[in-house]
């Protein structure tokens, strides 16, 4: 998943020079609901009845995900990202382990020990390390605080969906999970984008274009959203939530490797406390099931 996130950063940056934002989320949206169906499908033997069957007992939980983590958070995202630098989103954004920590204390859903909480501060200083390091500039200037403040919404949204997947994963599998408020969250997201159609030079949308939001819609929008969901239901919100401090490390390296950009020392120091603060929070997560 954080492989598959990282190299997503500079291929959406580059999708929305020409295409819209929303309509852009249409697409993907589109890809990941079609592949994931189909897996989901296939899952459940075939049959259309055991497809929708977890909407049955839970469809506000799942209405109120989708709510969060499919319209809000990718409206949020797309929109910030398309009015902020990539530095500026990928500092912000790195604060949503954060939230998920505060929210899925302050609602009960787990309990984070001091050593897990300092584990989480340690992995978000290494990933501001490296993207104040990198060779984009960071600018955060008035001129970017519309963008900067939608992104801070979007790592909120982010963390609360986070926090909330918690107890519905115990019940229904991450692919049912993931696919059903997908499905729910479209309409919403098609409503969102019918402006902007319009405004969209489709001449200059290429093959690649199109190869670039499957990528981003069926491997980064879905599949990986199925691996971090599967992910709460092994490890816990929280513990999840500080491996989406390694996107910007992944993305270190694919920039290197795709564009080119040079690798400094001072940005390998973060990538080191990247994973450090991982450890720490996994000794910390076994300390604590062993007192269990």
């Given at each position: 998943m954080v492989l598959v996130w990282g190299v997503n950063f500079p291929v959406s940056k580059w999708i929305l020079l020409e295409i819209h934002p929303h309509v852009m989320n249409v697409f993907r949206l589109g890809a990941a609901a079609v592949v994931l169906s189909a897996l989901l499908y296939r899952r459940c033997g075939n049959d259309w009845t055991t497809f929708w069957k977890p909407l049955q007992t839970d469809f506000k939980s799942f209405a109120f995900i989708a709510l969060i983590g499919w319209v809000l958070y990718q409206v949020a995202f797309i929109t910030g990202l398309n009015n902020t630098s990539a530095g500026n989103s990928a500092i912000i954004m790195s604060s949503a382990p954060i939230w998920t920590a505060l929210i899925a204390a302050f609602f009960a859903i787990e309990r984070i020990s001091g050593v897990a909480w300092l584990g989480l501060l340690i992995s978000l200083i290494g990933t501001g390390v490296i993207i104040l390091s990198g060779p984009t500039e960071v600018d955060l200037a008035s001129t970017y605080f519309l963008g900067n403040?939608?992104?801070?919404?979007?790592?909120?949204?982010?963390?609360?969906?986070?926090?909330?997947?918690?107890?519905?994963?115990?019940?229904?599998?991450?692919?049912?999970?993931?696919?059903?408020?997908?499905?729910?969250?479209?309409?919403?997201?098609?409503?969102?984008?019918?402006?902007?159609?319009?405004?969209?030079?489709?001449?200059?949308?290429?093959?690649?274009?199109?190869?670039?939001?499957?990528?981003?819609?069926?491997?980064?929008?879905?599949?990986?959203?199925?691996f971090w969901n599967n992910a709460v239901k092994s490890l816990g919100a929280s513990h999840t939530a500080a491996y989406g401090n390694l996107v910007p490390l992944i993305a270190l390296f694919s920039g290197f490797f795709m564009l080119g950009d040079a690798i400094l020392p001072v940005q390998l120091i973060g990538g080191t406390l990247i994973i450090g603060g991982l450890v720490v929070m996994r000794w910390a997560r076994r300390r604590h099931l062993a007192r269990d």
């Open positions: 403040a939608i992104i801070l919404v979007a790592a909120i949204l982010w963390g609360a969906y986070t926090a909330f997947t918690r107890q519905l994963v115990q019940k229904h599998t991450p692919l049912s999970l993931t696919v059903l408020a997908l499905i729910i969250a479209l309409p919403a997201i098609g409503l969102v984008s019918i402006p902007y159609w319009s405004a969209i030079d489709w001449q200059q949308v290429t093959f690649m274009h199109w190869v670039a939001m499957f990528f981003s819609g069926s491997l980064s929008t879905g599949l990986a959203i199925v």
